[in-house]
């Protein structure tokens, strides 16, 4: 999935602007984890449903891990090695915080898997909406 995403992200991006398709991978990957959460939460813990919820999200990761950090580096030019450390540091960081707090509410459902799943997707999504405000045509 995260191959397959960061390959044609790769293709894609050649025709189409970069925020365009964060924009789009960004709903998509909302639209699975609010799938996600809601199964979870009507206690529907399929592995099959579940599987197709996780795996369309983390194709969506593909395109937009190796596209949000391009877009975070075009502007940093001589600072770029820095900017990516910092980035990367930001990404375990963030890895580590929300692990945690899954621990932390761990009850043996999927929901809170489900629920940081989706809280990372509306953040990014919120952060995105501030990045890369429309434009009027």
Do not use: N, W
Not at 37 to 46: H, Q, R, T
């Amino acid at each position: 999935g995260m191959m397959a995403g960061a390959r044609a992200s790769a293709f894609v991006v050649r025709k189409v602007l970069a925020e365009h398709i964060v924009r789009i991978a960004l709903a998509v990957y909302l639209l699975s984890a609010l799938l996600l959460l809601g199964m979870s939460v009507a206690g529907i813990e399929s592995l099959i449903p579940s599987a197709a919820a996780l795996s369309v999200i983390i194709t969506m990761l593909g395109f937009l891990m190796p596209l949000t950090g391009m877009l975070a580096m075009e502007s940093v030019g001589a600072i770029a090695g820095t900017a990516a450390a910092l980035m990367g540091a930001f990404q375990f960081g963030a890895g580590a915080v929300s692990s945690a707090v899954m621990g932390a509410f761990s009850d043996g459902s999927t929901l809170p898997l489900a629920l940081c799943i989706f809280v990372c997707g509306l953040v990014a999504t919120l952060l995105s909406l501030l990045a890369f405000p429309k434009h009027p045509a």
